[in-house]
């Protein structure tokens, strides 16, 4: 049972999104963070550098060739704020009387 707790630092809707890309997949291309959160490379980098500082994920460098690779994926304390978060935010929805689930 996940118990929920609202996590402010993944609220932001950019590390939520960051970190829901992270939670679907083990590792993560910088390039395909970036892309798929459309942010800049330095923007990417700050968010991705706060997300390392709380220690929700870790980040890998590397090259392939020659040139420098980064890639990044959720530590176990990542996933554990992302489920307690998304179960505060279901929490809330609910308590509303809608679902954030499909209706079968």
């Known amino acids: ?3 929920p707790k609202f996590d402010e630092l993944i609220h932001a809707p950019t590390r939520l999104s960051l970190v829901s890309l992270l939670a ?9 963070l970036r892309d798929s959160a459309d942010l800049s490379d330095s ?3 700050k968010q991705l550098t706060t997300l390392e500082g709380a220690g929700y994920i ?3 460098k590397g090259f392939v060739g020659k040139r420098p690779r980064t890639s990044a994926r959720l530590t176990s304390v990542g996933r554990a704020a992302f489920d307690q978060h998304v179960a505060a935010l279901q929490e809330i929805v609910a ?6 689930l499909p209706s079968t």
Do not use: C, H, N
Not at 24 to 32: N, P, R, S, V, Y
């Open 24 to 32: 679907a997949t083990e590792w993560a291309d910088f390039q395909f």
């Open 1 to 3: 049972m996940i118990t």
């Open 43 to 45: 923007a990417l980098s």
């Open 95 to 100: 308590k509303a009387g809608a679902s954030v």
């Open 58 to 60: 870790e980040i890998r």
